[in-house]
């Protein structure tokens, strides 16, 4: 029976430091989500890429300064799904959502959930990259595929000009649970040559369906013994899990920055004196009373008086 593995990504260099990987095994975090929101077979397979993706992406950045640095990627490709956004740290946590988790499309001929008609191709993939220094990087690509390996792939492409793959595995039982989940992403750098670009191509052909492994038992480093016959260095290893870090202060803030209009209408909803708002990550639910309500609604608009005598003495 093949064995079972806790969630983790491995960081390694290839071809003598000219290839760049990154591979995460996600399994249980995709199947926490799929429990979280309870989606339809199709939308559990876009969240699981799309975390898997965010994971894989995040892995690159780098701590500047004492905040945390964080990525986000986001799609609204006009699917049924709306839109879908996962956000990851380098630490190892991803949380994700889709505004609409129950949005379902036909089976294709072969019999496979169409993920790419309840994502859509329509509009676009956003990446934004927060280091917690000066302001985030937000790079924008047209949404090519709609199955997220491509897509992330291109905006690899485009946005740091080296060829880039992106490959995920992800199987839904029947029922609905997430089986096996994985991915893995593989960058070439400058002073790749095209021979050695061609066996690599070579070699994820070798690799066979990513879901197939995972089912088989094998892991990151049995992947990228595959893609690197002849060895790789493995920079680090560490844990992958979902995580929210919503919080009682955050939802205060979050509503701040939505406005006045938004407080108001808090205020409205509920005839209890107290407004239940809940996380679209992890669907916690957070009570605010109205009283407080009141003092987030006088902070917000002495901001507002505040920026509009700055503005005025300018």
């Known amino acids: 029976m093949p064995e079972k593995h806790s969630d983790y990504s491995i960081r390694a260099m290839g071809l003598d430091g000219r290839a760049r990987v990154v591979a995460a095994l996600t399994t249980e975090t995709a199947e926490e ?7 339809s077979p199709q939308v559990a397979v876009a969240l699981a890429r799309l975390a898997t993706g965010a994971l894989l992406l995040a892995s690159s950045l780098e701590k500047v300064t004492s905040q945390e640095p964080i990525l986000t990627v986001e799609t609204d490709g006009g699917g049924p799904a709306g839109h879908l956004i996962a956000t990851a740290s380098p630490a190892g946590w991803v949380r994700a959502t889709a ?11 072969d019999g496979k959930l169409d993920v790419a008609g309840v ?5 676009n993939l956003v990446v934004t990259r927060d280091s917690g220094h000066g302001e985030p990087y937000r790079g924008i690509v047209e949404l090519v595929s709609g199955d997220l390996a491509k897509d992330l792939a291109v905006y690899l492409t485009e946005s740091e000009q080296s060829p880039a793959a992106v490959v995920f595995g992800v199987f ?14 593989i960058q070439l750098l400058p002073g790749v040559s095209d021979e050695e670009a061609e066996d690599l191509v070579v070699h994820l052909g070798e690799l066979g369906a990513l879901s197939a492994r995972i089912a088989e038992g094998d892991g990151p480093r049995e992947w990228l013994a595959t893609i690197f016959p002849e060895g790789c260095t493995i920079l680090d290893e560490g844990p992958v899990s979902f995580r929210c870090g919503c919080s009682t202060d955050r939802v205060e803030s979050a509503l701040k920055l939505l406005g006045v ?3 108001r209408a808090a205020m409205d909803e509920d005839n209890d004196r107290r407004a239940v708002l809940t996380c679209g990550f992890c669907h916690e639910a957070y009570t605010v009373t109205h009283d407080r309500l009141r003092e987030l609604l006088a902070e917000v608009e002495a901001q507002r008086r505040s920026s509009r005598a700055v503005s005025s003495n300018i």
């Open 261 to 263: 209009g938004e407080i």
């Open 99 to 109: 505004a609409n988790p129950l949005a379902a499309t036909p089976r294709g001929a």
């Open 33 to 39: 989500l799929r429990r979280i929101h309870d989606p």
């Open 119 to 123: 994502v859509g191709v329509g509009g």
């Open 172 to 185: 839904v039982v029947p029922e609905g649970r997430v089986d096996v989940s994985g991915g893995m992403l």
